[in-house]
Nanobody
Framework: QVQIVESGGDLVQPGGSLRISCTFS????????IGWFRQAPGKEREGVSS????????YYTYSVKDRFTISRDSASNTVYLQMNRLKPEDTARYYC??????????????WGQGTQVTVSS
């Protein structure tokens, strides 16, 4: 059974930092990249960042580059997203899922419940 669990979301002030986590298990299909996606109310889901589970190569969408850092702990099947200098426009529900290598495009239709990040004063 596929399990994807995102956690760590919170309310933070603009300029603040937050680290969110994603643990995944039970995916039997081949994959070697995990990505973070986010969806704000009334907007389409967008890719934020992805990482190769093999060599750690990372990818970021332009709006978060130099502010967010994705990392992985292969031993525990966990992927993290460290978010710094947060902006109100980063407010969204964040999800993780396997992605197409080198692209922030979902590889399969596996989604967790997400974790809510709200940036507001």
């Amino acid at each position: 059974q596929v399990q994807i669990v995102e956690s760590g979301g919170d309310l933070v002030q603009p300029g603040g930092s937050l680290r969110i986590s994603c643990t995944f298990s039970g995916i039997t299909e081949n994959y070697d990249h995990i990505g973070w996606f986010r969806q704000a109310p009334g907007k389409e889901r967008e890719g934020v960042s992805s990482i190769s589970l093999n060599d750690g190569r990372t990818y970021y969408t332009y709006s978060v580059k130099d502010r967010f850092t994705i990392s992985r702990d292969s031993a525990s099947n966990t992927v993290y997203l460290q978010m710094n200098r947060l902006k109100p426009e980063d407010t969204a529900r964040y999800y993780c899922t396997p992605t197409v290598p080198g692209m922030m495009v979902p590889l399969y239709n596996y989604w967790g419940q997400g974790t809510q990040v709200t940036v507001s004063s």
